[in-house]
């Protein structure tokens, strides 16, 4: 057996493994991560990478969590006030503009209370003539509750069929309460009511249509309280001046009134205001009208 010599068993100094182990490789590779450490330190270059990764994606990611839930309710009850605030500041402002009982029904229908200042109903209330104003309250019973209570608003109320009206003083305690029937309310919804078309297309007020010339003559051969009941507002009258054309009266009578149309003519386009008349102011007239009222008065002169 040969003997080996001890020039070739292997040099086992420290030096001789150091350099085996951290040769020029992983010398590289540690420097490389000692300078990441020390930059990672100094500029926190994860984290705001980390960030931005975060930022380009964040559409992407999903949104969850308590705070983003929250914030996503309050952005929505935001939307939801804003809302509401718009929608009863337009409520406000087609309030303010009622000009007439057919409107403030009209929007009873999509709204089921309306208030309305003290002022403001009587505007409205003036706009009728006595004997539809009578169905809500007696005018003398109107001033008395103007001049001698703390009336400062008035709460119109959709109750099923019928209307409520409450006059409530500056705590909101009520002074009087006034049930209007389904058939009054109709009244006061038709009366004034404007329909875009003319006598013939309008059933109940087709079969009797008279010129105003015919019209005026007729209404002059009655008494000046009659002739004031037809004329209810003298200055819309005289606003339409030569516009108005005709007029068609109902041969119907419900509840002791006569619905009688003015037809309205503006260029090309016709319309007709409805409004009601006691019936026997009607009968009257259409005895002027078609010139009865002188064999009445002959038959009676000869007896």
Known sequence: MAILTPSIIPNKKPTVWFFKIFNLNSMGIFFFLFALAFFEIKLNLLEKMGGSFLKWHNHERQKLGRMWDLKEKSVVAMGQLNELLIEKEKKREKIKDIESFNELLDLLKTDRLISLTKNQFIRIYKRLPLIISNKIIAPDDLINYFHRSDWEKTFIFKRESNIEIMMVDGNYGVLNSILISEKNAKYLANFKKTLHTSLENIEELSSRIYDVREFMEALYKMSQAERNKFIYNPSEFLGWENRLKR?????????????????????????????????????????????????????IDEL
């Open 247 to 299: 007029i068609g009266i109902s041969e119907i009578s419900e509840n002791n009134l006569v619905q009688i149309g003015f037809e309205i003519h503006s260029f090309n386009k016709k319309k007709v205001v409805i409004i009601y008349l006691d019936d026997y102011l009607i009968y009257n007239l259409i005895q002027h009208l078609t010139g009865k009222e002188n064999s009445t008065s002959n038959s």
